[in-house]
């Protein structure tokens, strides 16, 4: 299983980035996938979060301080998940994480016990 972020960047307050996490290595309609991101020395934190497969409506979750402002979207064909980001604010400014868990029941959750992690893409937001 692997998961590979791309995406980040540097970017001024109130500017957009999309991130890019491809996953390989298992059925990708059968996880769940999220975002999290932490800055250095403090906890990580979730993000969102998507499940979505042919068959049914995509199902996604947010935290409260991105709502609004960043869209989790999945392109099952590509094994990608994005996270468009806008109206970016100095204090989105972490490392960005993509995470997966096999999803017994179909949806996703945030926080959850995800078991499978990629390495990150920093994202910095300056004013």
């Known amino acids: 299983v692997q998961l590979v972020e791309s995406g980040g960047g540097l970017v001024q307050a109130g500017g957009s980035l999309r991130l890019s996490c491809v996953a390989s290595?298992?059925?990708?309609?059968?996880?769940?996938i999220g975002w999290f991101r932490q800055v250095p020395g403090k906890e990580r934190k979730e993000v969102s979060c998507i499940t979505s497969n042919p068959s049914n409506p995509s199902i996604t979750k947010y935290t409260e301080s991105v709502r609004g402002r960043f869209t989790i979207s999945s392109d099952n064909a590509k094994n990608t998940v994005y996270l468009q980001m806008n109206s970016l604010k100095p204090e989105d400014t972490a490392i960005y994480y993509c995470?997966?868990?096999?999803?017994?029941?179909?949806?996703?959750?945030?926080?959850?016990?995800?078991?499978?992690w990629g390495q990150g893409t920093q994202v910095t937001v300056f004013s």
């Open positions: 290595g298992f059925r990708f309609e059968d996880f769940a």
């Open positions: 995470a997966a868990y096999l999803s017994s029941v179909y949806g996703c959750n945030i926080p959850y016990d995800y078991e499978y």
